[in-house]
């Protein structure tokens, strides 16, 4: 059977945007091999298609031919072609189609599609749906309305340009790699340095694998008797932004996480720091422990530090900095102080979720802070919030240093500023010590807000 992809008003505004990226963002060693040599006419159809793909895309496709590529199986099946629409309008010819290496199977959902592009010019690609719906192992009908699984974009050569994955008929992210090989445009985005802004609607957050099936028919495109398991996909899930996509190896570019000019040199999530990343890890239970008893005979202390990136402008990060907010903690008996100054750290840099582990900050820097002075049981929720983050998963913009203090003040009903901003090299927004410190200055607390920095006092007590 055969996935009918009739009015892929959806998948083809995405396909018109990958081809935009490809034509006018990718710098590759190819960049001069177009798909078509001559204008396309107003009217697009199979004669015409046929004519323009014989005579001009197959020579143009020999400047780049490889080894590999003179051994794929490619038979076109133009007796069985179709005419569609495009999102913007213009007429596009699907012709199913065998494409792939000699010692694999043939995919039935496998095809040509041959469009006008935005330089009113004939293009082609080779289109593959794989998929991962538990549909395809049963042998029922896929359609674009319960299609999940993977569309792989390729030219007739077998490279693979781009794809994207869907989840119930819907577009989820863009494709990462395919049986452990990147696509084109995931490379040349880590390898290229342009002297241009990229330009792209869909920037990369997080990626999973899959792995996905393909019908196998006798003949090719005859009865289709089994399906087998083909290998595996992987995505990053992705989001619509509305202005160029900033990344790091173009210093010189506007980056829209804080406006005007980049100031951040790292050039991709691994390589941002935290200050004090360094620090050993701590038992938290241990240090929480010095307090002894919490009762209404001792006086509390609860200061949030802030070590911004680049204080006083919200920014997120700052060459490789995101900056840091920890915690101090004090108990006053009769001038006998207790104090401990934590933090909240990842185990490792990552652009994905990850272990984490709390840090002595005593002594550390910082650029602003805002101190509360709760009752006894207001303090005791604050203890149980500290000791419960050694518990949770650190993600850099996610759930960081800030989003656990956050967790902690409102665990003890403590006003605690919430505002969100965008850090580099993803897409969703977090909690941040740069927004922090701006909100902070803003008077957004109840508590006594200290604007003028400095360092963070020593943690003290019996267990220190």
């Known amino acids: 059977m055969t996935i009918y992809f009739k009015r892929l008003v959806g998948i083809c505004f995405l396909f018109l945007t990958l081809l935009s990226c490809e034509k006018n963002e990718l710098q590759t060693a190819n960049e001069k091999v177009k798909d078509s040599l001559l204008p396309a006419p107003h009217l697009l159809s199979v004669q015409?298609?046929?004519?323009?793909?014989?005579?001009?895309?197959?020579?143009?496709?020999?400047?780049?031919?490889?080894?590999?590529?003179?051994?794929?199986?490619?038979?076109?099946?133009?007796?069985?072609?179709?005419?569609?629409?495009?999102?913007?309008?213009?007429?596009?010819?699907?012709?199913?189609?065998?494409?792939?290496?000699?010692?694999?199977?043939?995919?039935?959902?496998?095809?040509?599609?041959?469009?006008?592009?935005?330089?009113?010019?004939?293009?082609?690609?080779?289109?593959?749906y794989l998929s991962s719906a538990s549909e395809s192992k049963n042998g029922s009908e896929i359609s674009i309305v319960n299609f999940s699984g993977a569309m792989t974009v390729r030219d007739w050569n077998g490279t693979l340009l781009n794809g994207f994955t869907f989840k119930k008929g819907k577009p989820a992210g863009v494709l990462l790699e395919l049986n452990g090989k990147e696509t084109l445009l995931i490379s040349s985005s880590k390898n290229t340095r342009n002297a241009g802004t990229v330009c792209q609607n869909l920037e990369i957050t997080t990626s999973t694998c899959d792995s996905y099936y393909y019908k196998v028919c006798f003949p090719h495109l005859g009865t289709c008797t089994e399906t087998r398991p083909g290998g595996t996909f992987c995505e990053r899930t992705s989001v619509m932004v509305p202005q160029c996509y900033w990344v790091a190896d173009f210093p010189s570019q506007t980056n829209p996480y804080i406006g005007g000019r980049s100031d951040i040199t790292a050039r991709s999530a691994e390589q941002l720091t935290i200050p004090g990343f360094d620090h050993p890890a701590i038992d938290i239970n241990k240090f929480i422990k010095c307090f002894g008893v919490i009762d209404n005979n001792s006086k509390y202390k609860v200061t949030i530090y802030v070590e911004e990136p680049f204080a006083g402008t919200g920014k997120t990060a700052y060459g490789k900095n995101v900056g840091h907010a920890f915690i101090g903690l004090e108990k006053n008996t009769n001038g006998m102080i207790t104090r401990q100054v934590v933090g909240f750290y990842p185990n490792a840099m990552s652009t994905s979720w990850g272990p984490s582990h709390m840090a002595n900050n005593g002594g550390d820097p910082y650029t602003i802070s805002t101190t509360y002075e709760p009752y006894a049981d207001g303090f005791q929720s604050v203890l149980n919030a500290v000791i419960y983050q050694q518990s949770q998963m650190y993600h850099i913009a996610q759930y960081n240093c800030t989003t656990a203090l956050a967790y902690i003040c409102d665990a003890a009903g403590l006003t605690f500023p919430k505002n969100e901003s965008f850090f580099p090299f993803f897409t969703a927004k977090g909690l941040s010590p740069g927004r922090l410190g701006v909100d902070l200055r803003n008077n957004q607390s109840s508590g006594i807000v200290n604007k003028n920095g400095g360092s963070a006092p020593y943690s003290k007590g019996p267990c220190n």
């Not at 020999?62 to 080894?67: H, P, R, Y």
């Not at 003179?70 to 012709?95: H, T």
């Not at 935005?118 to 289109?127: C, F, H």
């Open 48 to 128: 015409v298609a046929k004519k323009w793909f014989d005579q001009d895309y197959l020579k143009s496709q020999k400047l780049t031919e490889t080894e590999a590529s003179k051994k794929l199986v490619r038979n076109i099946f133009w007796d069985r072609a179709y005419m569609d629409k495009m999102s913007n309008g213009q007429d596009l010819l699907i012709v199913p189609l065998e494409h792939h290496e000699p010692e694999n199977q043939a995919n039935a959902d496998t095809y040509l599609w041959i469009f006008v592009d935005d330089s009113n010019r004939l293009s082609a690609k080779v289109i593959e």
